[in-house]
Nanobody, 111 residues
C-alpha cells in the first residue's frame, strides 16, 4: 500500500523554474535513497538526481548547476528544484526509491 505521488509539474517558459514534490504514503521506509528520473518522448529513462536518507545529494552532469534535490523526512517528501529550464528538459519526471515508483508528473518547457 506504499505510494509515491509526484506533483508540481506544468508548463513553464525557457529559463523559468519549477519545484517538484514527491510525497510518500503508507509505511514508507525512510532509510531508502531516493531519486528523480525523467523520460522525454523517444528517449530512455534518465536519472537526474539522487539523495540519501541522510540528505547527501548527487546531481547528474546533464543538469548540474540547475537542479537541486532535497528531502524532508518528517513530511515524507522529496523535492526537485529546477531552475534555468531548457526546452530539452521537457519530460515526465518520476520519483523512485528503486523499489517504489510514482506515476510521474509532466514538465513542459516551451515559449
Amino acid at each position: 500500500q506504499v505510494q509515491l505521488v509526484e506533483s508540481g509539474g506544468g508548463l513553464v517558459q525557457p529559463g523559468g523554474s519549477l519545484r517538484l514534490s514527491c510525497v510518500a504514503s503508507g509505511r514508507f521506509p525512510k532509510h531508502y535513497d531516493m531519486a528523480w528520473y525523467r523520460q522525454a518522448p523517444g528517449n530512455q529513462l534518465e536519472e537526474v538526481a539522487k539523495i540519501t536518507s541522510e540528505g547527501i545529494s548527487r546531481i547528474s552532469d546533464s543538469v548540474a548547476g540547475r537542479f537541486t534535490i532535497s528531502r524532508d523526512n518528517a513530511r515524507d517528501t522529496v523535492y526537485l528544484q529546477m531552475n534555468s529550464l531548457k526546452p530539452e528538459y521537457t519530460a515526465v519526471y518520476y520519483c523512485t526509491s528503486g523499489v517504489f515508483w510514482g506515476l510521474g508528473t509532466q514538465v513542459t518547457v516551451s515559449s
